[in-house]
């Protein structure tokens, strides 16, 4: 049978989940560069967003490939596979969002102290 539909199931619930994280990480992001001019805030928010949209594409990648090797290699059945790719794709994402919230500031705070 086909692993078609899991593997779009398990990448649209994925995607769905990430933008509402990669939403609260740009948040998070604009409060935290609270303070520094447009001169520093716009590069280190475009980052942040660049990084935000990176990982959601890495994750939805890993979810769209990780059901149908779970159930052509190990036999799952479709629910347990749908339901650990969409985990470990969210896993991913939501570790690659926290990571870009810290490069954006990084990157903000670096283009402060050199002016």
Do not use: H, K, Y
Not at 85 to 114: D, E, H, R
Request: charged letters at 10%; a positive charge.
């Amino acid at each position: 049978m086909s692993t078609r539909t899991p593997s779009i199931i398990s990448t649209v619930l994925t995607v769905l989940a990430l933008l509402a994280t990669s939403a609260a990480s740009i948040l998070f992001t604009m409060v935290a560069l609270n303070g520094f001019s447009d001169r520093e805030g716009g590069p280190a928010l475009l980052v942040s967003v660049l990084c935000n949209s990176g990982g959601v594409i890495l994750a939805a990648i890993a979810a769209w490939r990780l059901p149908r090797w779970l159930i052509e290699r190990f036999n799952w059945n479709r629910s347990i596979a749908i339901g650990i790719s969409t985990l470990a794709g969210v896993v991913l994402g939501g570790g690659l969002s926290f990571a870009a919230l810290f490069i954006g500031v990084l990157v903000g705070n670096t283009l402060w102290q050199a002016r």
